[in-house]
C-alpha cells in the first residue's frame, strides 16, 4: 500500500509544482510584482504568509501558506488520557482559551452522560463570556491599530489585564488556563473572584463606550474600513463561516440560541447581524457582542444559583486534596484518574460552542479506551480562513492588512 | 415536513435505496449513516436541493482510521447541519486503504477545499476533481500521512536525538 501511494502522491507532486511555477512565470511576463507578506510580518499577527501578485498597489492573486505552528493536536490527543488534553485545547485560540476549554469539557460530559449543577453551568456561562470580550477586544483594538489609531488599542488592552486577574483568580494561570475539570470547575468562585468580577462589571461598560466612541463614527476608521473585504451571505455560508464574520453579512446563527448548552437558554440576550458583511460591519457585530456577553455576565452573577460546583462523578472528577489523603476511596479514584486508568465508555460525539471566532466543535470518537480514539476538532479560523483570497483579490494591499485582522484568524487554532 | 431521525431516513433510504444508505443509528442526537463512494455527491447534492430538507451546510470533515477493519480501513466523515430547520446528520463513507479515494465536494461547497486538503495531508485520501490537492499543513517532502494509526507518536524517551541546548 505504502509504495503505491507513495509515488502516486510524488507524481501528484510533481505536477502541481509545474503548475504553480508555470502560473508564477505567467505572471512574471505581466510585469507583476510578487510580494511576501509574511510569515512573520507585525501586521497578520501572528505566523502565516500569503504570497501576493501585484500590480502596482492592487492585488491580483493571493496563495496561502499555513502549518507554520502546526502541533499536532490531534495525533497528540489519540495518546494521552481526557484530562491531559485540556491543556491542548488552550493553545488553539489562544485569545480566548476558556471557551476551548469548557468546549472540550462539555463534550467529554457528553460522553460520559455526566449532569452538572446549575451553578457551574453559570460559573462556566461567566468565564466564557469574559473570554468572548477579551476576545473581540484584541480584535477590534488591533483593527484600530492596523489602521492607524494606538490610542484605543492601549486602553482597552488595560481591560484584558483585569479580564486575567479573574481568569488567575479562578483557575491560576492568565493564557493558557486550563481552566475546570471535565464534570465542573475545579474550585468554587472565591469571595476575591466574585468582587473582581464586579468591579469589572462596573468599570468596562464606560471604557467600551468611550472605545466605541473615538471609532464607531470616526471618519477615517470609516473611509478605511466601509466595503473593505466583503463577502456575501451566500459566499461566506459556502466557505462555512460562522461567528461575528458570518453574522456581520446578516446571517443570525449562534450556536448559543441554536444549539443552547451550559444553561445559555436561561439568559436574555440579542444577536447582532450586520447587513454587508464588510470589515465594518464585522466590526460593530463584535463591539455589539461585547454588550451582549456583559448582558450574560451580569444576569449570571446575579442569579447565580446555590449548590456544587462540579458533578458528582468521582470516576472522572478529581476529589478534594485534603480528602485523598484521609480516605481510601478518594486515594483510589486520584490514583486511577491521575495515572490515566479510567475508561471511558464507547461512542461518539460531536458538541460545538460558540468561540471567539465561531462554531468551535469537538468530535469525538472512543472506543472504550483510556484515551480517545479520534479527536477531531471543527476549528473556525482554519475553515474561514480559505476565503481571504477570495475577500483581498481585485482590492489594496493596505485593505488587506485590515480584513485579515478583522477576520480575527489566530495562527493557533488555524493551524492546531 | 417535521424533521425527524426516522423522517429523514425514510426519505433517504426511498431515495437512493436500501443498498446505498445503511449503518444507520443515533449516537448522539445526532444521526449518523453510512453510504458508498458512488452515492457520496448524489447523496450531498440531494440534501442540499430538497426543499424540505435545505442541508446546506458543511459543518466538518473528519478522517478516521480503523487498520482492523480489513477492506474498509478509512473512513470519510462528513458532517452536515441544515441551518434552516436547525436538523444536524453526519455521513460516513469507508473506502479500502489501498485505493482511498473518494470524489471531491468542492464543487458544492468552497468550504471543503481546505477540509480535503487536510484529509489527504493527514490520511491520504484522494480526492478526485479536487483543484489544488497538496499538503496544507506539513511540509511538502513529508512521505507519509502521519494520523494514520500505524505511525505512533514520537518516543519520549529516545536517546539517540542529542540537543544540547535542551539537555536530552
Known amino acids: 500500500m505504502a509504495t503505491d501511494n507513495k ?57 496561502p501558506t499555513i502549518g507554520y505552528i502546526h502541533r499536532a493536536f490531534e495525533k497528540i490527543a489519540e495518546r494521552r488520557p481526557f484530562y491531559q488534553i485540556t491543556p491542548l485545547t488552550d493553545r488553539m485560540n489562544y485569545c480566548s482559551s476558556p471557551i476551548n476549554n ?100 462596573k468599570r468596562f461598560p464606560k471604557v467600551w463606550a468611550e472605545f466605541e466612541k473615538m471609532l464607531t463614527r470616526n471618519r477615517i476608521f470609516i473611509d478605511r474600513t466601509v466595503g473593505v473585504g466583503a463577502i456575501t451571505a451566500e459566499r461566506a455560508l459556502s466557505y462555512s463561516f460562522t461567528g461575528p464574520n458570518l453574522r456581520a453579512t446578516g446571517v443570525d ?60 462523578a468521582p470516576h472522572y472528577y478529581l476529589p478534594p486534596k485534603q480528602e485523598v489523603y484521609t480516605s481510601m476511596e478518594a486515594l483510589i479514584y486520584h490514583f486511577k484518574i491521575v495515572m490515566g486508568e479510567i475508561d ?36 473556525p479560523c482554519f475553515i474561514y480562513y480559505q476565503a481571504y483570497t477570495e475577500m483581498i483579490v481585485g482590492g489594496q494591499l493596505a485593505d488587506a492588512i ?15 | 415536513m417535521e424533521l425527524t431521525n426516522e423522517n429523514v431516513l425514510g426519505k433517504l433510504i426511498a431515495q437512493f435505496g436500501e443498498e446505498n444508505i445503511f449503518d444507520a443509528y443515533d449516537p448522539d442526537g445526532i444521526m449518523t449513516l453510512t453510504t458508498t463512494r458512488e452515492n457520496i455527491i448524489a447523496l450531498i447534492q440531494y440534501l442540499y436541493d430538497d426543499k424540505d430538507l435545505q442541508v446546506q451546510f458543511l459543518t466538518t470533515m473528519a478522517g478516521i ?36 479515494v473518494l470524489p471531491t465536494l468542492t464543487n458544492i461547497y468552497a468550504a471543503a477545499n481546505w477540509m480535503e486538503r487536510e484529509a489527504y495531508d493527514f490520511y491520504g485520501f484522494i480526492f478526485t476533481g479536487h483543484p489544488n490537492l497538496i499538503r496544507i499543513l506539513n511540509i511538502e517532502e513529508m512521505e507519509y500521512h502521519p494520523m494514520l494509526k500505524q505511525y505512533p507518536l514520537e518516543d519520549q524517551t529516545r536517546e539517540d536525538k542529542i540537543d544540547t541546548y535542551f539537555g536530552r
Open chain 1, 344 to 379: 471511558a465508555p464507547k461512542g461518539e460525539v460531536y458538541h460545538s460552542v460558540e468561540g471567539g471566532n465561531g462554531e468551535l466543535g469537538f468530535y469525538l470518537v472512543s472506543d472504550g479506551g483510556r484515551t480517545p480514539y479520534r479527536l477531531h476538532f471543527r476549528r
Open chain 1, 402 to 416: 485590515l480584513t485579515l485582522s478583522s477576520l480575527n484568524v489566530i495562527a493557533g487554532e488555524l493551524d492546531a
Open chain 1, 7 to 63: 509515488t502516486a502522491d510524488t507524481d501528484q507532486l510533481q505536477e502541481f509544482r509545474d503548475n504553480r511555477d508555470l502560473k508564477l512565470q505567467d505572471k512574471k511576463n505581466e510585469n507583476l510584482t510578487t510580494l511576501n507578506l509574511g510569515p512573520t510580518h507585525p501586521a497578520t499577527h501572528g505566523i502565516f504568509q500569503n504570497i501576493l501578485q501585484m500590480d502596482g498597489e492592487v492585488i491580483m492573486d493571493a496563495v
Open chain 1, 102 to 201: 469548557m468546549g472540550y469539557h462539555m463534550t467529554v460530559e457528553k460522553l460520559l452522560g455526566i449532569e452538572i449543577p446549575k451553578r457551574a453551568q453559570y460559573i462556566r456561562v461567566i468565564m466564557m463570556e469574559l473570554a468572548r470580550i477579551s476576545d473581540h477586544l484584541i480584535c477590534n483594538s488591533i483593527l484600530g491599530v492596523d489602521s492607524g489609531a494606538f490610542t484605543g488599542f492601549l486602553y482597552v488592552m488595560q481591560e484584558r489585564e483585569h479580564i486575567y486577574d479573574i481568569y488567575e483568580e479562578v483557575c491560576g494561570a492568565r493564557l493558557t488556563t486550563n481552566m475546570g475539570r471535565i464534570g465542573g470547575m475545579e474550585r468554587d468562585l472565591s469571595p476575591k473572584a466574585l468582587h473582581l468580577i464586579g468591579e469589572f462589571l
Open chain 1, 253 to 312: 446563527y449562534d450556536v448559543r440560541v441554536m444549539n443552547p448548552y451550559s444553561s445559555y437558554g436561561d439568559f436574555e440576550f440579542e444577536i447582532p447581524v450586520g447587513a454587508k458583511g464588510d470589515t465594518y460591519d464585522r466590526y460593530l457585530v463584535r463591539n455589539e457582542e461585547v454588550w451582549q456577553s456583559l448582558k450574560i455576565i451580569e444576569q449570571a452573577y446575579k442569579n447565580l444559583p446555590e449548590g456544587s460546583y462540579h458533578a458528582d
Open chain 2, 65 to 100: 482510521h480503523f487498520p482492523d477493519h480489513k477492506g474498509r480501513e478509512l473512513c470519510m466523515m462528513y458532517q452536515l447541519h441544515s441551518l434552516r430547520h436547525n436538523y444536524r446528520l453526519r455521513i460516513k463513507v469507508f473506502v479500502p486503504a489501498e485505493d482511498p
